[in-house]
């Protein structure tokens, strides 16, 4: 009886390995934990901290010195503190009949000089009709200035940060109050065709630069008096406007308030891209995928708050976010929605398709190559070997020669000025495929392999899970040159194991696959016929459920 | 209630846990132990026969859960019985369950090595494995249940495909002739089949996480029923396809089944390859199942946190993966586990239930 267990007990090489099993995802543990901790230490005060941004109303009780109302002491605090940089300019003037003296304060370029002389300057030095003994703010605003964007300001610092910001800002003797009689017009790009997301059939139109423009779009797609925007200001030390966007009777308010406790304990001295607050506002940020929805489409936005979810947008960059996101929305483009529904379903397929192929073909060509050339069709097995005969490297390395390369050909063709940037490409695959061919570095299947992953990269339709994708390959290739098909199953695995556990704004990253939610796959591989589509995302939980009145 | 932090899985999620706990090795294996035990083709009545044992098996220990939403056994057991005769049983059940993870890989590592990597060490497929799967247990039973969801119907697609592929070789007189020998063979397959259900236990612990416990009957026995009927299809496909003579000498008949035949003109002539594929994605469902109840029960009945269980699971499990040397070992593990879930269901649901009736009817007693 002892004999045959203690015959069974393993010999000390076993318990070697289990020490091994043990320490090593002990150790990636720790480090992972720190390196979260670390990471995440950096990225958000405190809840409550009076540092972080402020939402308007609150900016407005903050109490800072006052205009005093006496024409000379103003000006001179006020050049005091502005008057240094070149670009501010003053332009003091007699206002007509009643002999008080005023200025305009403005910084160049950033004045309409043409509303300026004609509304203000022509009206107070010319045509003023004199009418009353003293000239005050109500009957400037009232009677005088003829002007629509017209706002008073008391306090000092910030008019000089309005003025600095491009405010034309007007003080006349006697009065306590600043008037900003003309609006910043710096120069700003015209609007274009969306250069990340291009379409054949859609509209053309895309964000630009402007919140207030980008805004704009998003109320000109339609009527509707829910669509309701909360006006942010993010940045400690430079402010930017920040909006988030969402319809009021469709959202989950839940959802809602979680997405603005996180946006105001954004803290950061400025946020120069919407990539900021992206990361800022992330759930996982160890993650290779990405959490948010970075869109330069209005189209995309509106139909995104239609399905409950809310969107971002950042004064300076053209990228909206979209929160929360779901995987199958990264292989989602709006054009399936504006093609009937039979095109717009074998996308869907053909997206889900190349997505697996960018992810796992070279890793499978790895796994087939080096360890079961018996698993595929005889005939292939010895095509591919004969033309691999003069290759004097293992398959991964192969492969990582021509992946590297085909990453640093694209990484080129994009930096590239735009008249060489394609030439450049093209000459480059060519040289680099044929030759490297002809040289004996690289087998010819494996160059169609290359080909057909990079290609199939480029067709997923957000730009940033294709970056995704193609440094997960990588992964993927070192699974498969280890462990052959089985790595490549134990990669997979992973990667499932990862996004189940992925959470964007509490919606499982994973939905509707799991969680299933089967109404929510007319949207999925297939694009039913809209007629068919009758309800909101289920996942999102929305307020109204029905897409009909 | 939008960001959900409480660990409750739906109905559906907690069928599918039920299924990919159970449906696993024996896709492989059942055809040729049922055949064996039995010795005519009524081998397939075995089965069915064992999946409505195992129905009604299921149907106790649900309904003794549901006397205690909320709680799982290693909870209960210890409110029934006392403190100590619970936590011995709940013991008895984590090691039952650690020695079932290791049986799994076991098996996995040596369909592995004989088919796709020959002369890799087993620790070599061993290791990552494990490590693979304490990265999905440290997920909770949420991240489990939802990587059970999307891996289900790409295995149950490819299985139902191989499965109408290899009708170009099925033969109806291989079934023949039908209960030739009476009932007794069918009843002597009964012992293999028991085993290819093990793991059905896992039903105590999962009832305590669903968000509906009143549904828990309905959804575990569709839980069952699904590998039930997928195992009656195995083993009528088998042994229809390879007729009982060859499906007794092969060690793997299924996988011989589907690499008798080729489709020619297609990528893969032979479908060997993604049968394989996705009965080691079962593998893996299979495995995380008992390595999360083993580790949950650790945590649960010593009062520990549940990290450094995983963490204290994983050489554990390794070594009860290399105590069988030989294949033949391996199969004797198998045999035995197969008796521990019989000697297990009297001990645990059965006296269970049957004190806590006792106690309650009985002696009036508030458990």
């Known amino acids: 009886m002892w004999s045959t267990i203690v015959s069974f007990i393993p010999d000390w090489k076993t318990f070697m390995q289990a020490a091994i099993t043990l320490v090593c995802p002990l150790g990636i543990y720790y480090l992972y934990n720190s390196l979260y901790s670390v990471v995440g230490s950096g990225r958000a005060s405190k809840a409550g901290k009076a540092s972080g941004p402020a939402s308007p109303e609150k900016m407005a009780t903050q109490t800072s010195p006052q205009l005093s109302g006496n024409y000379n002491a103003d000006l001179i605090s006020i050049k005091q503190a502005i008057g240094e940089n070149s670009d501010v300019h003053f332009r003091e003037f007699m206002v007509y009949g009643f002999n008080v003296q005023a200025v305009l304060i403005f910084i160049d370029g950033m004045q309409d000089e043409g509303l300026i002389n004609k509304q203000v300057l022509q009206v107070l030095m010319q045509d003023l009709k004199v009418d009353s003994e003293a000239i005050t703010l109500s009957s400037i605003k009232e009677k005088i200035l003829p002007l629509t964007e017209l706002s008073e300001i008391n306090e000092l610092e910030k008019l000089q940060e309005k003025i600095l910001f491009g405010y034309t800002a007007l003080i006349i003797e006697g009065m306590s109050t600043a008037l900003l009689v003309g609006l910043p017009s710096g120069s700003k790009r015209a609007i274009t065709e969306p250069v990340s997301e291009g379409l054949l059939r859609g509209p053309r139109i895309s964000f630009s630069e402007v919140l207030s423009e980008n805004t704009s779009m998003l109320r000109r797609q339609g009527l509707n008096k829910n669509l309701e925007m909360k006006l942010y200001e993010v940045g400690t030390s430079i402010k930017r406007k920040l909006v988030v966007a969402y319809i009021n009777d469709i959202v989950n308010p839940e959802l809602l308030q979680e997405v603005k406790d996180r946006i105001s304990k954004i803290d950061m001295d400025f946020i120069a891209e919407s990539g900021y607050v992206e990361q800022l506002i992330e759930d996982n940020y160890m993650s290779p995928f990405q959490q948010t929805q970075n869109t330069e489409r209005p189209d995309r936005v509106i139909n995104s708050l239609l399905e409950g979810r809310i969107a971002i947008l950042l004064d300076g960059t053209p990228f909206a976010l979209i929160v929360p996101v779901t995987f199958s929305m990264l292989l989602q483009s709006p054009e399936d929605y504006y093609e009937r529904w039979l095109p717009g379903t074998m996308y869907r397929i053909l997206r889900f398709f190349t997505a697996f192929l960018a992810l796992l073909s070279p890793a499978l060509y790895i796994s087939f190559i080096s360890f079961h050339p018996g698993l595929i069709p005889t005939q292939l097995a010895i095509t591919i070997i004969q033309t691999r005969q003069g290759v004097p490297f293992p398959s991964v390395i192969e492969v990582m020669i021509l992946e590297v390369s085909i990453e640093i050909l694209r990484e080129a063709g994009i930096r590239l000025p735009k008249p060489i940037g394609p030439a450049m490409g093209i000459v480059g695959g060519l040289i680099i495929g044929d030759a490297a061919v002809a040289a004996g570095i690289v087998s010819p299947f494996l160059v169609i392999v290359v080909a057909v992953t990079a290609i199939s990269s480029f067709s997923v339709p957000m730009y940033s899970t294709g970056i995704t994708l193609r440094i997960l390959r990588f992964a993927g290739m070192l699974f498969a040159s280890v462990l052959g098909m089985f790595g490549t199953i134990l990669f997979f695995l992973l990667i499932i194991i990862h996004l189940s556990k992925l959470k964007s704004f509490g919606v499982p990253y994973v939905t509707p696959f799991a969680p299933i939610r089967f109404s929510d796959w007319k949207d999925l591989y297939v694009r039913a016929p809209l007629s068919l589509m009758k309800r909101r995302p289920e996942m999102m939980k929305t307020q109204k459920k029905k897409r009909r009145s | ?367």
């Open chain 2, 1 to 367: 209630m939008f960001v959900r932090s409480d660990d409750k899985i739906t109905s559906g999620q907690a069928s599918l846990f039920l299924t990919n706990t159970v449906l696993g090795a024996g896709i492989l294996t059942l055809p040729r132990s049922v055949t064996e035990s039995a010795k005519t083709p009524d081998s397939w009545m075995s089965v069915l026969l064992g999946g409505l044992i195992v129905m009604l098996v299921i149907f106790v220990m649900v309904k003794l859960s549901q006397q205690f939403p909320g709680k799982t056994v290693y909870q209960y057991s210890k409110g029934i019985i006392g403190k100590f005769p619970g936590g011995f049983l709940s013991s008895l059940l984590i090691i039952y369950f650690i020695i079932i993870a290791g049986f799994e890989i076991r098996v996995l590592a040596e369909i592995t090595m004989f088919f796709l990597l020959e002369g890799t060490p087993v620790w070599a497929i061993v290791i990552p494995f494990i490590w693979v799967g304490a990265y999905l247990v440290f997920g909770g039973i949420n991240s489990i249940a939802r990587v059970y969801q999307i891996i289900f119907p790409i295995s149950l697609f490819i299985l139902i495909l191989c499965y109408i592929l290899s009708i170009r070789v099925f033969d109806i007189n291989h079934l023949r002739p039908v209960l030739s020998e009476g009932l007794m063979p069918v009843i002597k397959g009964l012992k293999s089949t028991v085993l290819v259900y093990t793991g059905c236990e896992v039903v105590m612990t999962i009832t305590a996480f669903m968000q509906h416990p009143q549904h828990a009957v309905k959804s575990m026995l569709a839980g069952i029923g699904i590998p039930m009927v997928l195992y009656l299809l195995t083993v009528i496909v088998v042994v229809g396809g390879l007729s009982i003579d060859s499906v007794t000498t092969s060690t793997w008949p299924t996988i011989d089944l589907v690499r008798s035949f080729e489709i020619s003109g297609f990528f893969f002539e032979r479908f060997e390859f993604p049968l394989l594929v996705i009965w080691m994605m079962q593998m893996f469902c299979n495995f995380c199942s008992f390595f999360f109840n083993a580790s949950l029960g650790i945590s649960q009945v010593f009062k520990l946190k549940i990290v450094p269980v995983i963490f204290g699971l994983m050489p554990l499990i390794f070594i009860s993966t290399m105590v069988p040397k030989r294949m033949n070992d391996v199969f004797a593990v198998g045999d035995a586990i197969g008796r521990m879930g019989i000697i297990l269901f009297i001990l645990l649901p059965v006296l269970l239930s049957v004190v806590l009736i006792i106690r309650k009817k009985g002696l009036k007693q508030n458990v």
